[in-house]
């Protein structure tokens, strides 16, 4: 399904949604609360800016008695999204932001990778993949780093544990295009970027990725992922939280003209060890 007929039969969730909750008399908070969400989240779900998570799906058919249409609809469109299922709401949301704030402790995050390097991710986790199933999902990776390029991008805040360039992901070669890459687009003014190297010791979040989302018209959203699995927190005190953990790393990291020194000079070692300086 196109990205264009996909965003249609969300429209369609949306104003089914609408419709049966007007037929019932209940107002977009008054559903919310029997649903668990805010009002306010109803109104986006309604104008399909916001997905709903499957659980929620499930609690507005038995709120509205809709015999498990709205879930039915839901697991539709999961099915045919190019994501897998835990990480397909925040891909949605990544294209709505007007500013991303990322956090990346051991690999390149996915917006800011080469083709090489996120091969070398898929081929490191999928062995016996296939070359067309690892040329499929590099193409989605490279589809969704399109955001960057677009006039309307959101500002996009990257902060990079040294680990992530001190650790080989792929050979030399690939190592030494994917910092340069990361590179020239800090010199382009198109991310902003910072790198925490090791000698700042302990920080918040160690070892957990996060990615801290802001839009024009909806509350912020945080991103963390585990082992297959994601979670999407919007909780008000939850996304604070996180927003000052992000602060402190970025206090700690280094200032973004010695961090971009520090990928051109890691990029330059491994250019060496590939035999390509």
């Given amino acids: 399904m196109a990205n264009g007929s996909r965003q249609a039969v969300w429209e369609f969730f949306g104003t089914e949604l609408k419709r049966r909750r007007e037929n019932t008399g209940m107002t977009q908070v008054e559903l919310g609360a029997k649903v668990f969400v805010s009002g306010g989240y109803i109104g986006q779900f309604e104008q399909a800016i916001r997905k709903p998570q499957l659980d929620v799906a499930r609690r507005i058919d038995e709120v509205l008695q809709t015999d498990g249409f709205f879930e039915r609809l839901w697991r539709k ?22 500013s991303i704030s990322e956090w990346a402790p051991a690999v390149v995050p996915g917006l800011l990778q080469t083709p090489a390097y996120a091969r070398a991710i898929y081929l490191s986790s999928n062995p016996l993949s296939t070359d067309e199933w690892i040329d499929e999902m590099v193409s989605l990776r490279m589809d969704r780093a399109r955001i960057l390029k677009d006039a309307a991008r959101p500002v996009y805040w990257v902060l990079l544990h040294e680990t992530v360039l001190r650790v080989p992901v792929g050979t030399p070669a690939v190592m030494a295009q994917q910092l340069e890459s990361v590179a020239r687009a800090l010199r382009a003014r198109t991310v902003l970027a910072q790198v925490l190297p090791f000698s700042a010791g302990a920080h918040p979040q160690m070892g957990k990725a996060m990615k801290l989302m802001e839009f024009e018209d909806a509350p912020p959203t945080v991103y963390t992922e585990g082992v297959l699995s994601g979670n999407l927190l919007d909780e008000p005190a939850v996304v604070k939280r996180v927003r000052t953990d992000y602060d402190l790393l970025r206090a700690a990291a280094l200032p973004p003209e010695a961090s971009l020194a520090m990928i051109e000079a890691a990029a330059e070692d491994y250019r060496r060890c590939a035999g390509t300086t």
Avoid: M
């Avoid at 469109?77 to 007007?98: C, G, N, P, S, V």
């Fill in 77 to 98: 469109l999961i099915k045919e999204q190019r994501f897998a299922e835990y990480f397909a709401h925040a891909a949605e949301l990544e294209r709505l932001a007007t």
